[in-house]
């Protein structure tokens, strides 16, 4: 099943709920976004294997003005959000409900969070840095990065399928959704979740417990 993003009426949560409503029945978490199939030949008979949507290799600058590349997240699990700092109107809410994240799995080794600033030119290493600190973040298990605009674009919305861009007409003059993407040890985008709430906060907290379960041995 491959979905036309184009024609998409609804937008990346659609092809939430559509996949949620395919995924296995063992109680795991659904993979999500564009997926095709390819036939193989194991012990002489064909089969058909599915090749999963997945997060490609990338390279940031964080918060302390390190370059940071998809390493960063090797053999952990993510949650990943786009913002900007002088934003008047959802990124403050996104981050105080991102902060209860942080600091229920904060010290976990096997988890991270990545947030993108969709304002490059504004939020450099230092505005950043102090940005991190004001909301009491330290270590480096939540990376605040930024780069080059076009590259922070394209992975937000071609593969996080996130709403990402800049729009005159909007509070503070970007446009983004209030979404928060879980992302998995093989970089499948497991769940998409609304960071402005308490409830999409809750199920997101939820989900990461069972997603970590899932590589429990």
């Known amino acids: 099943m491959q979905f036309d993003k184009k024609n ?17 029945g063992d109680n795991k978490l659904p993979i999500m976004g564009e997926r095709d199939w390819v036939k193989k030949t194991v012990d002489g008979k064909e089969v058909v294997d599915t ?5 490609p290799a990338f390279s940031f600058v964080n918060q302390d003005g390190d370059t940071i590349s998809e390493e960063i997240v090797k053999g952990k699990i993510y ?4 913002f900007f700092t002088t934003c008047p109107t959802i990124c403050p809410v996104m981050k105080r409900q991102m902060t209860k994240i942080y600091n ?6 096997e988890f991270m969070i990545l ?8 939020d450099t ?3 950043l840095n102090k940005y991190a600190k004001d909301l009491g973040v330290e270590g480096n298990q939540w990376q605040f990065l930024t780069g080059e605009k076009e590259k ?8 996080y399928m996130a709403v990402v861009q800049e729009d005159s007409a909007a509070a503070g003059g970007f446009l983004h959704s209030g979404a928060f ?15 402005t709430t308490e409830e999409g906060t809750e199920k997101l907290m939820k989900d990461i417990a069972k997603l970590l379960k899932e590589y429990e041995k």
């Open 8 to 24: 998409n009426p609804f937008g990346p949560l659609a092809i939430f709920f559509l996949l949620a409503l395919v995924s296995c």
């Open 51 to 55: 090749i999963y949507h997945t997060i």
């Open 79 to 82: 949650v990943t959000d786009f």
């Open 104 to 109: 229920q799995y904060k010290g976990n080794p």
């Open 115 to 122: 947030s993108h600033s969709i304002d490059p030119e504004h």
């Open 125 to 127: 290493p230092q505005v």
């Open 152 to 159: 922070i674009y394209d992975i937000g919305q071609k593969k």
């Open 181 to 195: 993407i879980l992302v998995d040890k093989e970089k499948h985008v497991r769940g998409m979740y609304d960071g």
